[in-house]
Structures are given as C-alpha cells and as structure tokens.
C-alpha cells in the first residue's frame, strides 16, 4: 500500500454535488425547505430538477439557494449556519472551494397547523409595561 498520495482526479455527477448541498442545507439551523416555483416543483416530482438549489460550474463552483425558514428564527444567522455548512461539506467532500453561494430566503414557514398569536393575552393580575410606567419608578 502506497504512503505517499498520488495525484489523480475524480469525476462528481451535478446530482451528487446537489444531493450534499440538500443535505447540508437541511441540516442547518432554522431552515425548514426549500422555496421554489410551481414549474421548479413540477419539475422536481419527475426528478428533472432539484428546486431551490441552482449550480453553476463556469469560472468556480457558483450556487443559489432559494430557502424557507422557521418562523421566529434570526434569518442572518440561518444564512450564516447554511453557508458555514455547505462550504465545509464541500471543501470536506470534493477538496474544492465555492467561489460564490448566494442565499434567498423565499418565506417563513410556522410550525404545522398553527400561526403565530396577533397578541400574547397576559395572565391576570400579572404586571405589565403599562403599570410600570404609571408606577413613577425608574427601571433600568
């Protein structure tokens, strides 16, 4: 068995470089899909298309992500956790550097069945800003 690396090169299929940039995706924090057209969801049923995720191979490795998030969630930071996540999956995998990743958040998506409450309604007797400011006390 050789111990020095030998110089070669390997072919990667754009489904496969799709398929780890899903996943990476998927597994980010706060990120719950991916945001697409009615023809890239048309598309993507026959298995034509990934949607939300467009790669360009020209002068580097370009991708766009189209993404929904959590509702609720710091959207610069999910940006953040899914570019630190696909770059590093992919400099881990392919040994190659992204030379652009471009991040759409297309919409939030709330927990299944519910939306989010118009007003939190305050348990009784609780105090609330109101009472404070009317109080005269200064608080910090």
Known sequence: ???????????????????????ATLGSYGVTGFAASPLERL????????????VRLD?????????????GVPIAEVARQVDS???YSLRLALAREVSRLT???GGLRFSP???????VPAPPGAIGPRDLADSGTDVA
Not at 49 to 54: A, S, T, V, Y
Not at 113 to 119: E, I, S
């Open 1 to 23: 068995m050789p111990t020095h690396p030998m110089p070669g090169r390997s072919l990667v299929t754009r489904r496969a470089l799709v398929d780890m940039i899903r996943a």
């Open 43 to 54: 598309l993507g049923r026959l298995g034509l298309r990934q949607p939300g995720i467009h």
């Open 59 to 71: 002068d580097g490795l370009a991708i766009e992500l189209d993404l929904t998030v959590a509702y």
């Open 85 to 87: 996540a696909v770059r």
């Open 103 to 105: 991040i759409h958040v």
């Open 113 to 119: 069945g519910t939306a989010p409450p118009a007003v």
